[in-house]
């Protein structure tokens, strides 16, 4: 567990911050927290992967993913006019935060021969291509962050959210199997034949931003099309999300056994993705309302009660376990930061959509064990991976790469359901 310093009564560690975990002071100050940290991230040619302590690790390359998620946050600090926390970003720094982001994506990781997004670049010369795969995951993060910049006012944000749906559209949809596929060449040549839940998963999450900034019903519309794809394989299949798949989308439901632990790519049931498809298919259903697909509301409850029922506290300690096999026994016993971020901000929504208090209830108790186990009061931001024990760990994520789940978690329940974040902060300001 973190250290825990003298506080507020109420709130373990927080000195100055009244009322409790999940809170909305207690929120605050964990945006303040984690935007403090994550202004190190910052270098040449986008945001690097940062380490414990937020130093950026000298060892890793630039890589798309993360410079698009920190693009993402910056932008969305901007929009929700924080005040400037001691030691943090004030509004004119994040406005210089997101622009770099917008133009490292336009430039340096940018194919500009080939067009789309290069993988990973190196932090040094300006021409070191360190993966030049164009992957769908990475490419989803280019719209999301677009869109939050574009939201925002960031100058280039505008066309470079035009470049990348219009890359999304040409080189990864699949309008036949109305799913995206996962990984191009850089010439765009050679498609891979390993197809992924993951990369849709986030890229519903970026077309829903898409929609709701262009204005364009076609992105909501896709978005719905991908969710109801992924909420008939999971009924299928006990409400366990499929992960990996065939050319034809036949489900490899023993893909990676030999690496169960894999980052991207993990053998099983991810527990965290189970809570992060439902809060999505809560978004499609809001967003296409008579629109959407039918059953979202049912599936999205279903897979959260399944994630909860597998992965909560399943070995007897606190907190969510990384894996199960088909049958929800335990694989990677691993909790990831990013699970217990899914799973208040699904408990969130699905409290505000269905009524029922059991979600505010589980809520209360998932920022309990954020904050007792999570939160690392010393060094800042949020552990990212602790072991079955909750003690700090590193095997599958060393270090702090990036705040993006974290800052979601501690912005959503200051919002509506729906629109997306960016559109959401953006109406609040208006109102």
Known sequence: ??????????????????????????????????????????????????????????????????????????????????????????????????????????????????????????????????????????????????????????????????????????????????????RWDRAWTELDPYRGVNANMHTVEALLAAGDVTGEARWHERAGRISARVAGWSGANRWRIPEHFDTRWRPLLEHHRDVPAHPFQPYGATVGHGLEWARLMVAVQESLGEAAPAGLLEAATALADRAVSDGWAADGAEGFVYTTDWEGVPVVHARMHWVAAEAVNTAEVLHRVTGEQRWADRSRSWWAHIDRCLVDRRRGSWIHELDGANRPSGETWPGKPDVYHAYQAALLPTLPVTPSFAAALAASLGA
Do not use: N
């Open 1 to 182: 567990m973190t250290d825990h310093m003298p506080g507020v009564p109420g709130v373990p560690g927080v000195p100055g911050v009244p009322g409790v975990p999940g809170s909305r002071p207690y929120l605050a100050a964990q945006r303040a927290d984690l935007l403090r940290f994550a202004r190190g991230s910052r270098v040449g040619r986008g945001f690097g992967y940062l380490d414990g302590d937020g130093a950026v690790d000298p060892e890793r390359p630039v890589e798309l993913w993360i410079t698009c998620r920190m693009t993402h946050v910056f932008a969305l600090a901007l929009l929700a006019a924080e005040s400037p926390a001691p030691g943090g970003p004030d509004p004119d720094e994040l406005r210089s935060l997101s622009q770099h982001g917008v133009d490292a994506l336009r430039s340096g990781l940018a194919d500009h021969e080939h067009g789309g997004w290069f993988a990973a670049v190196g932090q040094g010369g300006e021409d070191e291509v360190v993966d030049a795969s164009k992957q769908a995951y990475g490419h989803a993060f280019v719209v999301l962050a677009a869109s939050s910049a574009a939201v925002a006012g960031i100058a280039g944000a505008d066309e470079l959210l035009r470049d990348a749906l219009d890359c999304l559209d040409r080189r990864f949809w699949h309008e036949e199997d109305g799913l995206v596929v996962d």
